[in-house]
């Protein structure tokens, strides 16, 4: 039985690491599978005798070291944590494939992390299969540019995607884009995709069952609201405050999060108390269950745009417009039909109240069938990797 270990970092929200989830529980049937957690501590997991869950905890503490590019610190900390991981994982046992979640696309600041694993890995497997799993990344320009018109920060830019093709030239033998090539391609999000063409697959969506849910006949009177991890989208939950007591037919649900300011949960708590169609839920563990009895869900455009699809549940989506992967991912996903959009216009009570009524009485429609067998697909690619990677080092030693 072949052996691999997964390792997801995460900062904030949790799309990464159900993600990774997703993937590991598809390849526990035939694989033994450990799951590195790099990130905040979430009791999101799933039990299988192939499968062990391991997590190194995120500090609060490291975040502003990471966003403020603090070297000195960061790496202090970066060395406690290893010394952790090296306590409680055995890399003594072989192991077949190691995947690294969005690196060496994004998170570099834990790239040094993540080779520590992969060089003690490699002391008992030389020929080990190293894979980037990529979600898609985020754009080399900003949203309706060509590459002819150059940012403020393309040289900087231009310096981290050197490094990234550096790396995966010297490290990797593959890279996974858990993405449908129809909604977007990796050409589009890196710029030195020619490079590395031989190294791609497109796996599609990673979504737990690869089957699209027909749109339900029962679904209730209720409206869910969730913003993520929480950090975004204040000025969207703002205004539907104002607009709840104005829909009194409709039950509104707002999931908060760890991540949410503290006052701001206090005022959507005080608010609750004072409307009887407004509920506040916390964290969902049966969140693709609970979209598909509401009428609508309102979110950002990040991970959630493949629940709403798979779930095929009505959907208004706000862009986070400092996120360019937002800004473009739920500007094609309202192009086909998925989902509309609610714009910064839109945020006053009254547009966004007939934009909620608009779209309740006229949900949007699909015009396009995505692909959400990427736990299925990558699983295959995985296997083929880690084959070629053995008959390969088979016909060096002959």
């Excluded at 060395?79 to 190691?98: A, C, E, G, N, P």
Aim: glycine share 4%.
């Amino acid at each position: 039985m072949m052996r691999g270990l997964i390792y997801c970092v995460h900062l904030y929200g949790i799309g990464h690491l159900k993600r990774m989830l997703s993937l590991a529980e598809g390849l526990v049937e035939d694989c033994e599978i450990t799951l590195i957690q790099a990130g905040r501590n979430e009791k999101v997991t799933f039990l299988h005798p192939n499968f062990r869950h391991i997590g190194i905890p995120l500090p609060r503490s490291m975040i502003p070291f990471i966003t403020n590019n603090e070297a000195a610190s960061f790496e202090k900390l970066m060395k406690i944590r290893r010394r952790q991981l090296f306590t409680v994982m055995d890399f003594s046992r072989h192991y077949d494939f190691f995947i690294t979640e969005q690196i060496p696309f994004t998170k570099l600041a834990f790239l040094c992390e993540a080779y520590s694993i992969m060089n003690a890995l490699k002391i008992k497997n030389p020929n080990l299969a190293m894979i980037s799993s990529n979600k898609g990344g985020a754009p080399f320009n900003e949203p309706g540019k060509s590459r002819s018109q150059p940012r403020k920060d393309e040289q900087l830019l231009k310096t981290l995607w050197e490094s990234t093709l550096k790396e995966l030239r010297a490290n990797y033998d593959k890279v996974l884009v858990h993405v449908d090539p129809q909604i977007t391609t990796l050409d589009e999000t890196f710029v030195y995709f020619d490079e590395i063409r031989e190294m791609v697959e497109y796996t599609g969506y990673i979504y737990p069952c690869s089957e699209k849910f027909a749109s339900s006949k029962k679904r209730k009177k209720e409206i869910l609201i969730t913003t993520g991890s929480g950090i975004k989208g204040v000025p969207l939950l703002l205004s539907l405050l104002n607009v709840v007591p104005n829909i009194p037919e409709y039950n509104f649900q707002f999931v908060i999060t760890p991540e949410m300011n503290r006052d701001f949960v206090e005022l959507l708590h005080r608010e609750s108390e004072k409307l009887s169609n407004m509920q506040i839920v916390s964290f969902l563990d049966n969140f693709d269950e609970k979209l598909r009895e509401s009428s609508l869900a309102i979110t950002l455009a990040g991970s959630t745009l493949i629940n709403l699809y798979a779930t095929s549940t009505p959907a208004l989506v706000y862009r986070d417009l400092f996120d360019r992967g937002q800004v473009v991912q739920g500007q094609k996903f309202a192009d086909h039909g998925i989902v509309n959009l609610i714009n910064e216009q839109d945020l006053s009570p009254d547009k966004l109240k007939n934009l909620i009524l608009e779209t309740l009485q006229n949900p949007p429609k699909s015009d396009i069938d995505l692909n959400i067998a990427g736990v299925e697909n990558s699983k295959q690619a995985i296997m083929k990797t880690v084959q070629e990677k053995r008959q390969s080092a088979n016909q060096k030693s002959v």
